[in-house]
């Protein structure tokens, strides 16, 4: 079946410390990816999206991701994590058509 | 440009109750639509999608219904709430074709008592 894998449900960080999210997806072909940031009692916002162009993607608030086709992942990176990085992170992928896979999320905790 | 607006932010209703939440699109034309809630510490579910007027999928048995009277407005309804049905509901339109991704309204927090 067609899944993705959030590799952690929580992750802590120290501000001004890199951030990685670590997602997989299963293989198949021509997958578009996506990562969604939720703030508590907030809708989903749109991160990056990955739609077989460049393999690195360059999001909102210093994100990137890179699409590694030979490990089936999407991990979500930032060089320096701030304060209001603390979220919910999810890893979306579709396939065929519009219907979004969402992954169960990842938790970032930025300490000061 | 398109935005999407949902209500209310907040919601609490007792038990036995009906319930409508409301979603509406503006800026574009015949969106697909969805419905998905999320339980507290759990991710997002599916409830129902719609393609067009009058079209409604449901992903799951449940004790809810939607309903698109419109083309870009797309209402979540109860006759009678339960207490499972407590939770975060999001509405989300997509253009369709998997490139797009989705963009979501800001949620209602629904506290059924």
């Known amino acids: 079946a067609q899944s993705v894998t959030q590799l952690d449900s929580h992750v802590s960080v120290s501000e001004g410390t890199p951030v990685l999210l670590r997602c997989n997806y299963s293989?198949?072909?021509?997958?578009?990816l996506f990562w969604y940031v939720q703030h508590p009692n907030k809708g989903l916002q749109l991160l990056l999206k990955?739609?077989?162009?460049?393999?690195l993607v360059k999001g909102i608030n210093g994100f990137e991701a890179e699409f590694k086709k030979s490990e089936t992942s999407f991990h979500l990176t930032k060089p320096s994590a701030h304060m209001s990085d603390a979220a919910e992170y999810f890893c979306?992928?579709?396939?065929?058509?519009?219907?979004?896979?969402f992954g169960t999320g990842t938790r970032l905790q930025v300490f000061p | 440009s398109q935005t999407i607006h949902q209500w209310p932010a907040t919601l609490v209703q007792p038990v036995g109750s009906p319930l409508s939440l409301e979603c509406t699109v503006e800026g574009t034309s015949n969106p697909n639509l969805y419905w998905y809630r999320q339980a507290a510490g759990r991710g997002l579910q599916l409830l129902f999608y719609?393609?067009?007027?009058?079209?409604i999928s449901s992903e799951v048995p449940q004790n809810l219904s939607a309903s698109r009277p419109q083309d870009r407005q797309f209402i979540l309804s109860s006759k009678k709430l339960l207490l499972s049905d407590s939770g975060f509901y999001l509405c989300?339109?997509?253009?369709?074709?998997?490139?797009?991704?989705?963009?979501f309204g800001s949620g209602t927090r629904l506290t059924v008592v």
């Open positions: 293989s198949s072909y021509s997958p578009s």
């Open positions: 990955y739609t077989s162009a460049a393999t």
């Open positions: 989300a339109w997509s253009r369709g074709g998997k490139d797009y991704g989705y963009t």
């Open positions: 979306v992928v579709s396939y065929n058509t519009d219907k979004l896979i």
């Open positions: 719609s393609v067009g007027i009058g079209q």
